[in-house]
């Protein structure tokens, strides 16, 4: 990585911490299918995973911001670093939330809408995972990030029309208008994931225009 020289352990840690976050975004969305598909054993598990992972990824973030300070690396990018570990921490965070208001609340999802929540799960789910893979590019391959936060905006938009669309459909059918309600509230729970990944590419923008100046 370009600037922590022979910091091998803490090169390693970061990887680790960016793979598990994209492995959430992937338990959730199978998670999002598991349940609508009635496969409770399933979506059980994979909300057990992502609180796994979840932890790992707190207990990584620790490690890596005391190797910083204990170290004295990059004090003027030490900020940057950090600040872009923790609002990449929101997706993870988010993608545990929301499994478990799915298994809470157990939302009633009519068949009929099943593809669209679960388009917007993969859409989300690509987005975050673009996230991932642009913050990989802006410790190891700076020319990278571009094209991989290019990506995040384009799968956040698909996320936002799916969403909306999604929305006009519940809310011209003839459902009780609290059901309706509820399941706007999944939706938007749903589509957070990339909204997420979203201000995470924004942060990431603004970084990589600093390191190239």
């Known amino acids: 990585m370009w600037f922590f020289g022979r910091a091998n352990r803490l090169e390693k840690d970061i990887d680790m911490l960016l793979e598990k976050i994209k492995e959430s975004a992937s338990v959730f969305s199978r998670g999002i299918e598991f349940y609508l598909a ?3 054993e399933e979506f059980l598990s ?4 992502v609180k796994y992972l979840e ?4 207990e990584l973030r620790r490690n890596i911001e005391y190797e910083l300070y204990k170290k004295s690396l990059i004090p003027d990018h030490r900020g940057d670093v950090l600040g872009l570990l ?4 929101d997706i993870i965070d988010t993608a545990e939330s929301t499994l478990k208001k799915f298994e809470v609340e157990v939302p009633d999802i009519p068949e009929k809408w099943h593809s669209d929540f679960v388009k917007l799960a993969e859409k989300s789910k690509d987005a975050a995972i673009s996230c991932v893979d642009a913050a990989s590019a802006f410790f190891k391959a700076i020319f990278e990030v571009k094209s991989h936060l ?3 905006y384009h799968f956040e938009k698909e996320a936002d029309r799916i969403s909306k669309e ?9 459902l009780k208008q609290s059901h309706k309600i509820h ?7 749903i589509e957070t994931m990339s909204d997420k990944a979203e201000d995470v590419a924004d942060r990431l923008a603004i970084y990589t225009i600093k390191r190239e100046m």
């Not at 994979?46 to 995973?49: G, I, R, V």
């Not at 999604?166 to 003839?174: E, G, V, Y």
């Not at 399941?183 to 729970?189: A, K, V």
């Open 38 to 40: 009635g496969n409770e």
């Open 46 to 49: 994979s909300l057990e995973k």
């Open 55 to 58: 932890s790992e990824v707190d």
């Open 86 to 89: 923790e609002t990449l921490d």
């Open 150 to 152: 290019n990506k995040v």
């Open 166 to 174: 999604l929305k006009r459909k519940i809310f011209k059918s003839n």
């Open 183 to 189: 399941l706007r509230y999944f939706t938007l729970s």
